[in-house]
C-alpha cells in the first residue's frame, strides 16, 4: 500500500498559508458542477455509455471531490478505508473491460477541472494559498493514481487467469467430446455426475445499442461480468460458464442451485436472476441431467433447440425439446416437410391471408380475437380464410386442415431461416 508513504509526505508540510481555507470552502458549493464537468469529455462521450457517463460518472466524481477537499482541509492523506474503496472501483472497471487510459483520463482531468476552479476563486492576494493547494493536490492525486494503478493491474491479473482458467479448460474439453476427468483433477475443478447443459443467447441492454463502438462493448462486458456473477457457486461441483457478450453454453451441476426443489423451478429460477442481473434479455435451451461422458451431443440438442426458438421468434424464457418438438421434426429434410412447403405456397403470394392465418392460429382459432388483433371486422376474418380453403389444399376449417396449416408455417419459417 502507498498510505504511509504518501502521509509522510503531506504531515512534513508546514501550516497551510492563509486563505487557503476560504478557497476551498467556496469551491465545496461547486461541487456539483465540477462532478458534471469532469464526467463529460470528448474521450468519455466516445468511450461510455451514457448510464454511466451521465449518472454513475458525476455521483463518484461528488464523492471523491468532496474526499480531496476535506483532505486538504485536514492536512491528511486518504486513510485507508477511502483507498478500500478507490481500490474496489479500479477492480470493477477492470472487470468491466475500462481501458486503464480512460480511468486515468478520468482521474486527470477531475484534478484539474478542480484546481482551476480554485484558481478562479482565488485572489490575488492569495497566491501562496493557491501555490500549497496545487502542490498538495499532486501528492493526493500520486496517492489515488499509484492506489488505482495497483488495483486495475492487479484484477486483469485475475481475469487473466479467469479467462484462461481451469474451469473454461475443463468445460471447452466436455463440450469437445473429451475424457477431461484428469485435466479436472489436476486443476482442481470439481466435477458432477450429471450437469443440465444450457445454450443461451443474451438480447442488447441499453448500452449495446449505443452507436459508439467502445461504449457498446463496455456495456456487453458489464453485462456479461454481472451474469458471471450469478453463476459462481458456493462451493461443491463446478459451475463451467462458456460465455461471451451474446451468449454461449453454460454446464449446471444439479447441485449448483439449491433455491427450489424442482429442476424446473431451479433452473427457471436461474435464468430470471440471470436476466435481471443482465438488464436484458436472455433466451435458454436446456438439456437436463446428461451424464458427464456425454455432453457433446446435449450441447448439439441444446444448439439445435435454440435455433428453433429464435427461428419461431418465442419470447425470451426457457425451453426444452417438448416444446419444439413439432419444429425439432419439421427442421429435418423430407419428401413430407416439402409437401408441406408446396401447400403453402399459394398462400405465400398472399401476404394478408398468411397474416389472417398466422393471428388466427395465435388465437386459438378466435375468430372475434382474431379480427381484434388485425383491427378489421370479423366478416373480414371469415372472407379470408373461405379465400384460403379455395387456393389451399388444407382447410382451415378441419382439424386435419389446420393441423397441416400449422406444420407448413412452421416448416416455412425454418426453410426462411435457412436461407
Not at 461541487?31 to 469529455?41: D, E, F, G, H, P
Not at 454461449?248 to 447441485?255: A, E, I, K, N, Y
Amino acid at each position: 500500500m502507498h498510505v504511509h508513504h504518501y502521509g509522510s509526505l503531506l504531515e512534513d508540510d508546514q501550516e497551510p498559508p492563509a486563505g487557503v481555507s476560504r478557497i476551498l470552502n467556496a469551491v465545496s458549493g461547486r461541487i456539483n458542477l465540477l462532478a458534471q464537468r469532469s464526467a463529460v469529455t470528448n474521450v468519455t462521450t466516445q468511450q461510455l455509455p451514457r448510464e454511466v457517463r451521465d449518472s454513475e460518472l458525476p455521483t463518484i466524481g461528488r464523492r471523491y471531490f468532496l474526499l480531496v477537499l476535506h483532505r486538504l482541509l485536514e492536512g491528511r492523506t486518504p486513510d485507508e478505508d477511502d483507498l478500500r474503496e478507490l481500490r474496489e472501483r479500479a477492480a470493477q472497471r477492470a472487470r468491466e473491460g475500462v481501458p486503464l487510459p480512460l480511468l486515468l483520463h478520468l482521474w486527470q482531468r477531475g484534478f484539474q477541472e478542480f484546481f482551476s476552479e480554485c484558481r478562479t476563486i482565488a485572489s490575488g492576494a492569495e497566491s501562496e494559498a493557491l501555490g500549497w493547494i496545487g502542490s498538495v493536490t499532486l501528492r493526493l492525486q500520486e496517492a489515488f493514481v499509484a492506489e488505482l494503478l495497483d488495483a486495475y493491474q492487479h484484477e486483469q491479473a485475475v481475469l487473466l487467469a479467469e479467462q484462461t482458467g481451469a474451469a473454461q479448460l475443463v468445460g471447452r474439453l466436455l463440450l469437445l467430446g473429451h475424457d477431461a476427468r484428469a485435466d479436472a483433477e489436476r486443476l482442481d475443478v470439481i466435477l458432477a455426475e450429471h450437469y443440465d447443459v444450457l445454450a443461451l443467447n443474451f438480447g442488447f441492454t441499453p448500452g449495446e445499442l449505443a452507436s459508439e463502438d467502445n461504449s457498446r462493448v463496455v456495456a456487453g462486458r458489464r453485462k456479461l461480468h454481472r451474469m458471471l456473477r450469478v453463476l459462481s457457486p458456493g462451493g461443491g461441483p463446478s459451475v463451467l460458464p462458456l460465455l461471451d457478450r451474446s451468449g454461449g453454453h453454460v454446464l449446471l451441476p444439479s447441485t449448483a442451485v439449491t433455491a427450489a426443489d424442482a429442476p424446473r423451478e431451479r433452473t427457471a429460477w436461474l435464468i430470471t436472476a440471470m436476466q435481471s442481473a443482465a438488464g436484458a434479455p436472455v433466451t435458454a435451451a436446456i438439456v437436463e441431467n446428461v451424464n458427464v461422458a456425454v455432453l457433446h451431443d446435449a450441447a448439439d440438442e441444446a444448439d439445435k433447440i435454440l435455433h428453433l426458438v429464435r427461428a419461431l421468434n418465442r419470447p425470451p424464457g426457457i425451453y426444452r425439446l417438448a416444446d419444439v418438438s413439432v419444429a425439432y421434426q419439421l427442421s429435418r429434410p423430407g419428401p413430407g416437410v416439402e409437401r408441406l412447403l408446396e401447400s403453402l405456397a399459394p398462400v405465400l403470394s398472399h401476404p394478408e391471408l398468411l397474416e389472417t392465418l398466422q393471428i388466427y392460429l395465435d388465437c386459438d382459432l378466435d375468430r372475434q380475437r382474431t379480427a381484434r388483433t388485425l383491427a378489421v371486422h370479423p366478416n373480414t376474418v371469415n372472407n379470408r380464410l373461405n379465400r384460403l380453403a379455395e387456393i389451399s389444399p388444407h382447410s382451415p376449417f378441419t382439424v386435419d386442415g389446420i393441423t397441416a396449416l400449422q406444420a407448413a408455417l412452421i416448416a416455412q419459417r425454418l426453410a426462411d431461416t435457412r436461407q
